[in-house]
């Protein structure tokens, strides 16, 4: 894994921000670094505690808080209201997520130029930032899904 996104990199950032880096938040700042899926903090909870047993929710909230800060992680608004936090993209990119298995895939999308301009004429909005979010099935877990038996 690259020095610029692996663990390595993110502990240099944290540190350099003045923010210690304890048991638990090293263990948080693993698993993130080294996640393609988008986790909820109680799947970042339960996953970081096998490696550091006394990790406190609070700690996780606040690593998260202080992760997205700095820029390593970003939130993931989920349909369903809820919010995951996925690493950070290199640069202006687009998130792609499974809703099977939680796998969070960037794409570029240069392309939308010409969309946003039609919208901007017919809201009459100036359009300064956009954020975009693809909901969809992996290969993996379309592979997995049980076949779709029609009934005659």
Known sequence: ?????????W?????ASGYRL?????AIVDLMAGSERALSP??????ARKEYRGL???TVYRTLEKLEELELVQRVHQ??????????SQGHQHILLCTGCGRAVYFGGDNLGSLFNVISRQSGFNIQDHWLQLFGVCLECQDNAAPIRLVE
């Not at 109680?42 to 996953?47: A, P």
């Not at 349909?79 to 950070?88: K, L, M, N, S």
Request: charged letters at 20%; aromatic letters at 8%.
């Open 1 to 9: 894994m690259d020095d610029t996104i692996g663990n390595s990199g």
């Open 11 to 15: 502990y240099g950032r944290i540190q």
């Open 22 to 26: 304890t048991g638990p938040r090293r």
């Open 42 to 47: 109680i799947e970042i909870y339960d996953l």
């Open 56 to 58: 406190g929710l609070v």
């Open 79 to 88: 349909p369903g209201g809820c919010h995951t936090y996925i690493r950070a």
